[in-house]
């Protein structure tokens, strides 16, 4: 994938606006962000119940996932435009999402909805009508997805990538800042793991930075191109933001995105933890 | 994050004693609230830590960690704003952004 088959700016989502070959796909990490605006002809998909299973921690199914797009007017052959809040982080993992279940024409709308509103281009209260479809969607493709020993085998051996803020990496916060501290499990991060931020990804307007300007930032932090790559954060969007750059934009050949993420991996009885601002060995600390 | 009262956002359901609260309200000229700006939270490094966008009331609240944080604004048709701002478990911060 390259940056010209993957992202579209917003000029360009507002340009096909009405075109019937496209879905524009609202998703944020607010679910009530798409009801008090969105752009016009957009549909909303709800991380929290429409993409995930409301019983056992894990995405809906592949019958379910084939259900949810059938009924809200998605077809196989759609190009899928995905925006949403907070620099798109949600709507990345809405765009892995769809490349996990094989659908083929996906993009991610540069800067997401933050673009859209600093741009003062419009948005409208008004819910668009879809006929439905019958929608097929393959088996996951787990080259794509990474699991807890998949990230407890990476340390020392791939390149880990913990995407969320200094602080949280350190241990110093446990969750990002616009969401209450509390949570059970411990602070730190994966040992080995290097902490590149997600947000270094983007420029303050949430569009991504150049190829030049990104394929620096991951020689910079010593990301070594012959390995395997793991990107993880808290839950696993933030972390779909830097599967997408390192994947779609820089096309490096194998990233997984660990959707577990630190609510996990911090969680596990036994498995070392690193704190501080540096990776640290293998084996992590002990108090 | 509506249902601000007068002088700061409601702090009902939050448990102050445990969190470092930095919130505030984002004003156009000092006196109208911007319901359409995003206000990012930096460390003391100046690395992004979270952003929100703001309430229809121009409001915003970030659960910080202890020490010194910049609040960047951005905002429709407005230069961003930096206001640093310090933190500390149990109290609340309250700040008003200019733009």
């Not at chain 1, 931020?197 to 990104?214: A, H, I, Q, V």
Request: glycine share 8%.
């Amino acid at each position: 994938m390259t940056r010209e088959s993957s992202l579209v700016t917003a000029q360009w989502v507002e340009d096909n606006i009405d075109n019937a070959d496209i879905v524009i796909v609202e998703v944020d990490e607010d679910t009530t962000a798409y009801d008090k605006g969105h752009i016009k002809n957009a549909i909303k998909l709800d991380w929290t119940t429409d993409l995930q299973d409301q019983v056992r921690r894990d995405f809906v199914s592949k019958s379910q996932f084939e259900a949810l797009l059938s009924d809200r007017g998605v077809s196989n052959d759609h190009t899928v435009v995905l925006y949403g809040g907070n620099n798109n982080w949600f709507a990345a993992y809405a765009y892995w999402y769809f490349k996990l279940y094989g659908h083929q024409d996906v993009k991610l709308m540069d800067g997401g909805r933050k673009k859209w509103e600093l741009d003062s281009r419009e948005l409208t209260d008004e819910l668009p009508t879809r006929d439905t479809t019958s929608y097929t969607a393959t088996e996951q493709d787990l080259s794509i997805r990474a699991f807890r020993d998949d990230a407890v085998a990476a340390i020392g051996v791939q390149n880990l990538i913990d995407v969320r803020s200094p602080d949280e990496y350190a241990g110093r916060l446990l969750a990002p800042a616009h969401l209450p501290q509390e949570q059970s499990q411990r602070a730190g991060h994966v040992p080995t793991s290097l902490n590149v931020p997600w947000s270094k990804n983007c420029n303050d307007d949430g569009t991504f930075k150049s190829d030049d300007d990104l394929k620096a930032l991951y020689a910079e932090v010593g990301i070594d191109d012959s390995l395997d790559t793991i990107a993880l954060c808290r839950i696993g969007e933030r972390s779909s933001l830097t599967w997408f750059v390192l994947k779609e934009l820089l096309g490096h050949a194998n990233v997984k995105n660990y959707d577990g993420s630190w609510t996990e991996y911090g969680s596990l009885v036994g498995v070392p933890i690193a704190l501080g601002d540096e990776p640290g060995s293998p084996e992590g600390q002990t108090s | 994050m509506c249902g601000a009262t007068e002088g700061g956002l409601s702090l009902d359901g939050v448990n102050v004693a445990k969190e470092a609260v930095i919130q505030g309200q984002v004003l156009r000229g000092g006196t109208d609230p911007v319901g359409n700006a995003y206000v990012r939270l930096l460390d003391r490094t100046g690395e992004f830590t979270a952003e929100v966008p703001t309430s229809a009331t121009g409001h915003f609240r970030f659960f910080a960690g202890e020490g010194e944080w910049t609040l960047r604004t951005l905002a429709p048709k407005a230069d961003p704003v930096d206001n640093v701002v310090v933190a500390a478990i149990g109290s609340v911060a309250e700040v008003t952004v200019t733009i």
